[in-house]
C-alpha cells in the first residue's frame, strides 16, 4: 500500500516558485504532524524543512523561513510546500512525512519529488 505520494518538482529559476504536493495514507498518518523533508545528494542526511501540526501551526528551517510555507488539507489527506524565491542551495529531493521523522526500522518514505534550481 502506497503511503506516501510526493509531486509538483521540477526545474525552477533561482527566484521562482513551485508548490509541492503530499498525498499522504489518511490511516496511517492522520493523527501525526506532518513534515517536508530534503536530500540534497545520494548519500547525504536528509534534512528537516518546514511541519506542520494539526492545528495549522507551522515551523521552519532557518534557511527556508520566510520563503517557503507549508500547509494542510487534513479534509482530503494533503500536505503542501509553497517555495517562493527558490535559491539554487534548495536543489534536492523533497520528501514528506510524519513530524517527527521515523526512525530506521519504524517507517517507510515514498520516493520523493526532485527540485531543481537554476542559477
Known amino acids: 500500500q502506497v503511503q506516501l505520494v510526493e509531486s509538483g518538482g521540477g526545474l525552477v529559476q533561482s527566484g521562482g516558485s513551485l508548490r509541492l504536493s503530499c498525498a499522504y495514507s489518511?490511516?496511517?498518518?492522520?493523527?501525526?504532524?506532518m513534515g517536508w523533508y530534503r536530500q540534497g545528494a545520494p548519500g547525504m542526511r536528509r534534512e528537516f524543512v518546514a511541519r506542520i501540526d494539526l492545528t495549522g501551526r507551522a515551523n521552519y528551517e532557518n534557511s527556508v523561513r520566510g520563503r517557503f510555507t507549508i500547509s494542510r488539507d487534513t479534509a482530503n489527506n494533503m500536505v503542501y510546500l509553497q517555495m517562493n524565491n527558490v535559491k539554487p542551495e534548495d536543489t534536492a529531493v523533497y520528501y514528506c512525512?510524519?513530524?517527527?521523522?521515523?526512525?530506521?526500522?519504524?517507517?517507510?518514505w515514498g520516493a520523493g519529488t526532485q527540485v531543481t534550481v537554476s542559477s
Open positions: 512525512n510524519r513530524y517527527p521523522a521515523p526512525l530506521p526500522g519504524e517507517g517507510s
Open positions: 489518511r490511516r496511517i498518518f492522520s493523527a501525526w504532524d
